[in-house]
């Protein structure tokens, strides 16, 4: 196990020092994305307004509310994209060192992931979670959440974290034949947008949709943690989908490594 960190440790640190050298850029980031939501915190606040119900899709003004920004705050840590990092990889034939050296590629990148989403987690992720819960007392008068409940959704997130990364280290192994992915990125980010709840919360579909939603493993990366947040889940239902979330994980990571061997097997390196 120690040698093992010692491996793949300087990976998560590095990027995580990257992060904060370019913070100028990362900030810009950060004010984007919360633009977007404050977008959507007002659309939403319009739509309840003007439908005259005291619930839409099985949530309620303030859950909304809530909804919103924990989306925020969970696609920041969850969404962290290896296939431009793949596609970058192997357009500069870097790729090809990876097969010589003493260290699984797919092991690095994840490490590399998860000192980003360390980064993310704390700037902004916490200073916004911790805000909209204050929001959520002062303003919308409802108790702070409890800590089995933000315990759960973090273990949720975490799996959420894993499920996202093994995903796209999937569909990263497209620029083994295309060694372009660029566009394809821009509508898998925005496919995702709608799949995983983070424009319109899955609950507002039909339930012919919901259960399509729940077949494909989507719904697991953002619109189960923050539902576990709200305390949508509890029991048998909770246990279901975060076993499901496991399952997922498993079967990607075991897809990720068959397709892995078959990719290496036709590598061209372009550059070097």
Not at 5 to 17: D, G, T
Not at 181 to 191: D, S, T, V
Not at 213 to 219: A, I
Request: net charge positive.
């Amino acid at each position: 196990m120690k040698k093992f960190c010692k491996i793949y440790l300087p990976f998560a640190s590095n990027e995580l020092k990257r992060q904060m050298s370019y913070k100028g850029a990362f900030y810009l980031f950060i004010l984007v994305s919360l633009f977007g939501s404050f977008i959507n915190y007002y659309l939403w606040m319009a739509i309840y307004g003007s439908s005259g119900k005291a619930t839409i899709g099985n949530l309620t003004k303030n859950e909304m509310v809530i909804y919103v920004f924990m989306v925020y705050v969970t696609s920041s840590i969850v969404t962290i994209t290896l296939a431009d990092w793949v596609s970058e990889d192997v357009v500069k034939g870097s790729v090809a060192m990876n097969l010589i050296k003493p260290i699984d590629y797919r092991l690095s990148l994840m490490w590399r992931a998860s000192g980003q989403m360390v980064y993310r987690f704390f700037v902004p992720g916490i200073f916004v979670w911790i805000g909209m819960e204050i929001y959520k007392v002062k303003a919308l008068g409802m108790e702070v959440v409890s800590p089995v409940t933000a315990l759960l959704y973090v273990v949720s997130s975490f799996l959420s974290f894993l499920l996202y990364l093994l995903f796209d280290f999937c569909f990263g192994m497209v620029a083994f034949f295309t060694t372009y992915i660029f566009g394809m990125l821009m509508a898998k980010e925005a496919m995702l947008s709608f799949l995983m709840g983070q424009l319109i919360p899955l609950s507002m579909f039909p339930s012919v949709a919901q259960k399509v939603f729940d077949f494909l493993p989507f719904s697991s990366m953002v619109y189960t943690p923050v539902m576990i947040y709200l305390g949508k889940y509890s029991g048998s239902e909770l246990a279901f989908v975060m076993g499901r979330q496991v399952a997922w994980v498993i079967f990607l990571y075991l897809l990720g490594s068959l397709i892995w061997k078959k990719v290496t097997k036709r590598l061209v390196v372009l550059g070097g």
